[in-house]
């Protein structure tokens, strides 16, 4: 079948387009918020330290290395978030009912007592070592470093939030979130993935990732009616951070990322936050099983990829759901209110217009 001329003209237009938006807006983007890491990482640092003087077993895991800082997630170029790695979770079982989706509980294992662990005063009678206690003691210790720190006049704790949230310098918000490695275990709330027939990821690949495990993170959960129960308080919330890194690995993946992070933020960054960054992340991890032949995420391929994705995001938010990649019993639109996601369906629709019908879009976007 022969291509029509005009046809390979319009693709080299919008390839040409594309590579001009990567080299300047979403450029940018990225020096923007290398900015900001610089500046938020030696503040935050400075409050870990007087962290740990006063609670040893609090340990920052923030560090630089070769000019790139570790231990830091980038939320958006205003907002990061630190997860600060917790040690001895080895007395504890990790029990995965799904009963609250997206969270898991720590409990005491079988015939240990309590004063075997180091975190003894945030077991709960029932054994379970509680997120939000800990979550509680580490918020005070973080507002008392705030005040002591060489950094306070910059620094300044945000109320209203059971997570330690701060504000940096006025402009940067930094969430520091305590957490627990799980090594060479894999929660069964996500043992269907990768799902039968599909090729992406290689079989090796899904072996070294189920391996290497995941985290678990201390985060408010809410369930829809906004409320949180008892058993929400004590779950320590999954997170596949590193594993969604190593997926995106290879070809034009996180190049693809780069430009819908960056026109999410140009032109998504809508009222209720019904569309995060994540949830494009998601939706690009759901794009690469759609794809799984290397040959698709050649940089030739960035904008088929990006318009697909697009109109998933546009399917979603009618249907007002989008599964969790990992763990689809978790919907990223939870909480979100309809108007805020039809509002956002629209949006995504006249940008995706835009893209399929016009070659010059990226000019003005």
Not at 184 to 199: D, F, K
Request: proline letters at 5%.
């Amino acid at each position: 079948m022969l291509v029509p001329p005009e046809a390979i003209t319009t693709h080299s237009k919008m390839l040409y387009q594309l590579d001009n938006y990567y080299q300047d807006q979403v450029q940018l983007r990225k020096s923007a918020t290398f900015r900001g890491i610089r500046e938020v990482c030696h503040v935050v640092q400075d409050v870990l330290r007087e962290v740990e003087m006063q609670e040893p077993r609090f340990i920052s895991s923030l560090s630089e290395n070769q000019g790139t800082f570790e231990g830091l997630n980038v939320i958006s170029p205003t907002e990061f978030e630190v997860v600060l790695y917790l040690n001895q979770m080895g007395v504890f079982n990790f029990v995965d009912d799904g009963s609250v989706p997206g969270c898991a509980v720590l409990k005491l294992s079988d015939g240990r007592k309590r004063s075997m662990s180091l975190w003894v005063e945030f077991i709960t009678a029932s054994g379970y070592l509680s997120a939000r206690k800990i979550r509680s003691r580490f918020q005070t210790l973080v507002a008392q470093a705030c005040d002591k720190s060489d950094s306070r006049e910059s620094v300044k704790m945000i109320a209203d939030t059971t997570e330690v949230k701060l504000r940096v310098l006025g402009k940067y918000v930094v969430q520091i979130t305590p957490a627990f490695k799980c090594a060479g275990v894999w929660p069964r709330s996500a043992s269907h993935w990768p799902l039968p027939g599909i090729s992406w990821p290689h079989p090796t690949t899904v072996a070294e990732i189920k391996a290497e495990g995941f985290d678990l993170l201390s985060k408010e959960t809410y369930n829809i009616t906004g409320k949180q129960s008892a058993l929400e308080g004590d779950a320590w919330v999954m997170s596949f951070l590193e594993v969604e890194k190593r997926l995106l690995f290879g070809g034009c993946r996180r190049k693809c990322l780069s430009v819908l992070k960056t026109l999410r933020n140009r032109h998504l960054d809508l009222p209720g936050n019904p569309i995060s960054n994540y949830c494009m992340k998601t939706l690009l991890l759901y794009e690469c099983e759609k794809h799984p032949t290397e040959f698709e995420w050649e940089d030739t391929c960035v904008a088929d990829r990006i318009n697909g994705i697009f109109l998933q995001l546009i399917s979603c938010l009618q249907c007002r759901r989008c599964p969790n990649y990992f763990v689809p019993q978790l919907d990223l639109f939870k909480g979100k209110t309809p108007s805020s996601l039809e509002n956002a369906a629209k949006q995504v629709w006249r940008l995706t217009r835009e893209l399929l019908t016009n070659s010059n879009a990226l000019d003005k976007l």
